[in-house]
C-alpha cells in the first residue's frame, strides 16, 4: 500500500510537470530576460520567499552568486528574510520584515524575486509592494492563479503561477522553475554547455 502510494507521488509530479511545460516555457523565458536585462546593467536580485518558501529563494540566490552548473563570474543577489533580528524587530513586525528589506536594499533597476505557494502571503506581499515603490521589477513565483500576488503585479512583472492546488506540487515546480531560470541566464550569457552531465 505505502509502495504504491510513493509512485503515485512520483507520477503526480511527472505529470504536473510536464503540463507546467507547455504553460510556463514562454512566462519562464520572459523571466530570464528581466533577469539578464538586471544583472547585465549592474543591478542586483533580491529573492525571498516566507516559511517553507524561503530556502528556494536562498537556493536560487546561491546558485546566482556560485554558479549553477558552471564555472562564471557572479550575478549580484541578495536571499532577504535571513537575519532573525529583522523578523521582530521594528514597526510592522512579521508582516513587513521582508518589505523593510526590499526598501532598505533595493534600489531602480533591481529585481525582486519573491516565492509563495498561493499568493497570498502578506509578507511577499508587502515584499512587492515595496519592490514597485523602488521602481523595481518583479519575477513572482506562485501556485494555482496567482492570488492577491498576480493582482499587484505590473505590465513589465512576470508571474509564473503553477497550475496546481497542493502546495508539495508547487513547490516541486518551483525548484525546476528556478532551475530553468539559472540555466536560462548561463545560457544567454556564455552560450550552450556541450556536456551537462
Same mark, same amino acid.
Given at each position: 500500500m505505502i509502495e504504491q502510494r510513493i509512485q503515485q507521488q512520483f507520477i503526480?509530479?511527472?505529470?504536473?510537470?510536464?503540463?507546467?511545460?507547455?504553460?510556463?516555457?514562454?512566462?519562464?523565458?520572459?523571466?530570464?530576460?528581466?533577469?539578464?536585462?538586471?544583472?547585465?546593467?549592474?543591478?542586483?536580485?533580491?529573492?525571498?520567499?516566507?516559511?517553507?518558501c524561503a530556502p528556494l529563494a536562498q537556493q536560487f540566490v546561491a546558485c546566482c552568486v556560485a554558479g549553477f552548473e558552471r564555472e562564471r563570474p557572479e550575478f549580484a543577489a541578495v536571499a532577504l528574510g535571513s537575519d532573525a533580528a529583522l523578523w521582530t524587530a521594528g514597526q510592522g513586525g512579521v508582516a513587513q520584515a521582508l518589505a523593510r528589506q526590499v526598501r532598505a536594499l533595493g534600489q531602480t533597476g533591481d529585481l525582486l524575486v519573491a516565492v509563495t505557494v498561493d499568493g497570498h502571503d502578506a509578507q511577499v506581499l508587502g515584499a512587492v509592494q515595496a519592490a514597485h515603490e523602488r521602481d523595481m521589477s518583479v519575477?513572482?513565483?506562485?501556485?494555482?492563479?496567482?492570488?492577491? /500576488?498576480?493582482? %499587484?503585479?505590473?505590465?513589465? =512583472?512576470?508571474? *509564473?503561477?503553477?497550475?496546481? #492546488?497542493?502546495?508539495?506540487?508547487?513547490?516541486?515546480?518551483?525548484?525546476?522553475? /528556478?532551475?530553468? %531560470?539559472?540555466?536560462?541566464? =548561463?545560457?544567454? *550569457?556564455?552560450?550552450?554547455? #556541450?556536456?551537462?552531465?
Open positions: 503526480d509530479s511527472a505529470d504536473l510537470k510536464y503540463q507546467a511545460a507547455e504553460a510556463l516555457g514562454r512566462p519562464i523565458a520572459a523571466a530570464v530576460q528581466a533577469l539578464l536585462a538586471c544583472v547585465t546593467s549592474g543591478g542586483k536580485i533580491l529573492a525571498c520567499g516566507s516559511g517553507v519575477v513572482a513565483l506562485t501556485g494555482r492563479q496567482g492570488g492577491e /500576488l498576480a493582482a %499587484l503585479l505590473r505590465d513589465t =512583472d512576470v508571474c *509564473l503561477a503553477v497550475p496546481h #492546488e497542493r502546495a508539495a506540487r508547487v513547490r516541486e515546480v518551483h525548484a525546476l522553475v /528556478l532551475h530553468c %531560470l539559472c540555466d536560462g541566464m =548561463d545560457a544567454q *550569457l556564455f552560450g550552450e554547455q #556541450e556536456d551537462l552531465s
